[in-house]
C-alpha cells in the first residue's frame, strides 16, 4: 500500500535555483496538503487543496506555488530557492477537509538550499 | 486563533519509566484533538486522537483524555520500550479547519 508518495527524498539546491517537489496518493482522498517542519515549531502548513481544481494559502506561501495536477497529484515549486526555504517538506491528504479523520503523511523531502 | 504548546524536549527516559508528555490548546468552540507519532526518518501517522470533552484516546499503550476544563490532552504510557523513541506531536482540528501542530517533542529510551 503506497498511500503517500513524496520525490524526491534529499535535494540540494543553490540559492535562485528552481524545483519542484511532488507528490501523489493512491487513496482517493480529496484534500491535499503540503507541510514544511522546522526544528522546535513543529508542522507549518504552506499550502492546501480542500478539493480537485481548488488551492489556498496557508501559513506560511510565500516564495511558494502549488498545482493540484488531478485528484491525486499536488505539487509544490520553489521559483528562487532561498536559504530560509531549508526544511524537511511533507505532503499529507485526507478524505475530505479537515475534521476528526486521520491525516496520512509521506515519507518527507529534505531539501538544503546553499 | 488556534495554538498547540507541547513541552520541550528531549525527554529521555529509561525502558520501562512512566511517560508523559504534556499538550495544551487555545481554541474557541470544540476541537478535535490528536497525538501523531513521527519515527526516524519517516512521515508522521495518527498515534491516537479524541474527539470530545472526556474522551480518551488510546492506542498501543498510550493514552490521552480530552481535558477540557484545563484544554490539555496529555499523552501517557505506563511502561516505555525503546521502540517508543520517537517525536510526537500534539495537534488539533477546529471546525473543519486546517491542522494546527505543537512544535514537536522528541522521545528518547535507553535500555
Known amino acids: 500500500n503506497a498511500g503517500v508518495t513524496q520525490t524526491p527524498k534529499f535535494q540540494v539546491l543553490k540559492t535562485g535555483q528552481s524545483m519542484t517537489l511532488q507528490c501523489a496518493q493512491d487513496?482517493?482522498?480529496?484534500?491535499m496538503y503540503w507541510y514544511r517542519q522546522d526544528p522546535g515549531m513543529g508542522l507549518r502548513l504552506i499550502y492546501y487543496?480542500?478539493?480537485?481544481?481548488?488551492?489556498d494559502k496557508g501559513e506560511v506561501p510565500n516564495g511558494y506555488n502549488v498545482s493540484r495536477l488531478n485528484k491525486r497529484e499536488f505539487s509544490l515549486r520553489l521559483e528562487s530557492a532561498a536559504p530560509s526555504q531549508t526544511s524537511v517538506y511533507f505532503c499529507?491528504?485526507?478524505?475530505?477537509?479537515?475534521?476528526?479523520?486521520?491525516?496520512?503523511f509521506g515519507q518527507g523531502t529534505r531539501l538544503t538550499v546553499v | 486563533g488556534n495554538s498547540v504548546t507541547q513541552m520541550e524536549g528531549p525527554v529521555t527516559l529509561s525502558e520501562e519509566a512512566f511517560l508523559t508528555i504534556n499538550c495544551t490548546y487555545t481554541?474557541?468552540?470544540?476541537?478535535?484533538l490528536f497525538w501523531y507519532v513521527q519515527y526516524p526518518g519517516e512521515g508522521l501517522q495518527l498515534l491516537l486522537k479524541?474527539?470530545?470533552?472526556?474522551d480518551k484516546g488510546s492506542n498501543k499503550g498510550f493514552e490521552a483524555t480530552y481535558r477540557k476544563e484545563t484544554t490539555s490532552f496529555h499523552l501517557e504510557k505506563g511502561s516505555v520500550q525503546v521502540s517508543d523513541s520517537a517525536v510526537y506531536f500534539c495537534?488539533?482540528?477546529?471546525?473543519?479547519?486546517?491542522?494546527?501542530f505543537g512544535g514537536g517533542t522528541r522521545l528518547m529510551v535507553k535500555p
Open positions: 499529507a491528504s485526507t478524505p475530505n477537509s479537515w475534521g476528526d479523520t486521520e491525516a496520512f
Open positions: 481554541a474557541t468552540g470544540y476541537p478535535s
Open positions: 487513496m482517493n482522498h480529496n484534500s
Open positions: 479524541a474527539t470530545k470533552a472526556d
Open positions: 495537534a488539533l482540528s477546529n471546525a473543519g479547519n486546517m491542522l494546527t
Open positions: 487543496s480542500a478539493s480537485e481544481g481548488t488551492t
